[in-house]
């Protein structure tokens, strides 16, 4: 199973494997919301945790349709079907890389953008926990979303709108936890509520999305 | 080691295409699948290799026994020869990636990326994944497309080595590979009846199968 992680990454990392394109998109849509927003510090931080959480979700959302779309077009998916690994282990370890090269590189450029958006210093390191806690629930829940749409031409839509829902609980809980964190309120309850969204996903959805892969390759 | 198919049907999208199969292959065997286009060489050999449930039968064979090759090779196009085999090697456990590249002639192209190769070095090298694989029954599709004769006659050396090991093979071609030794079984026969009134009942039921 290290094999295909490492797999996978060493794609990620190679031309056309898409890896920064969604920190990049991360970064830009952090630029231009104080562009739009206006160079009112008290506005920046009000909305900071809020605006930095979309971002984040944003850009997890961008690559997750090359999670299977790539293995199902050259044929790998098949193969990996027959190989001596069960299909929660091939799901599981595909939601382990694509967190590898968004949510984990999303976490640890948050601070900068962070500052960017005039976030209370208050702030940053709870920023960083939020993301680190909450984004493995993004690629877990996206890569359901992937298994059952692979296959599909153009499911790339359809894919956001099936997905995008179910990051509600996530971006509900990160940003409380930021918006908490910042004013110097307590943060435990959202922090442990978006634990526990993070920790239900990763238990139960690898079944699902393997069951999805199951059907959609026949 | 024995593979038996006995009375096996088979749907592609719902629809029954191949319906009674049944035949037995032994170590040291193969059998070619021969038939014309759509007659369901492809989804009897993904319902063989567990892509998909067979609609009735039963299929007895040791578990993790199969590799199956497809028309698409699964080849990564940023790596390059050798590590996509390694990948492969590895999933698989073995460690017999040298051995595959020298089988298939390979062994000059190791470090060249997978985009670099022609249609039938890409061939060749999704055919030399086999190797790595280690298991003992081949379940073939097409496997000579795009190869020159050349290749043919060296891939058909390749089976016949996996056959004298006490492999198996099962093989869906058009072309002659020169495989006297091995039976051929002709999928005509065995062509599902259309049922009356056009549709099929049970295919909502395939789905939860």
Redo the contacts between chains.
Sequence with gaps: MIALLVRDLRLGMRAGGGFGLGLAFFLIVAVLVPLGVGPEGQTLAKIAPGILWVAALLACLLSLDRIFALDFEDGSLDLLATAPMPLEGVVTMKALAHWITTGLALTLASPVLALLMNLPGAGYGWLVASLAVGTPALSVIGTFGAALTVGLKRGGLLLSLLVLPLYVPTLIFGAEVVRRGAEGQAVLTPLLLLGGITAGAAALLPFASAAALRINLR | MELTVTDLACARGGVPVLEGVGFSLTSGRALVLRGPNGIGKTTLL?TL?????ALAGAVSVPP?S???A??????????TVV?NLR??A????TDTVEAALVAMNLGALRDRAAQNLSAGQKRRLGLA?LLVTGRPIWVLDEPTVSLDVESVALFAGVVRGHLAAGGMALIATHIDMGLTEAEVLELGPYKAKARPGGGYGGAFDE?FA
């Design positions: 993904r290799a567990g892509l998909q449930p993790e199969m590799a199956y497809a028309h698409a090779d699964g080849l990564k196009a940023v790596l590590e990948f492969w590895r999933i698989f456990g994944r789905a």
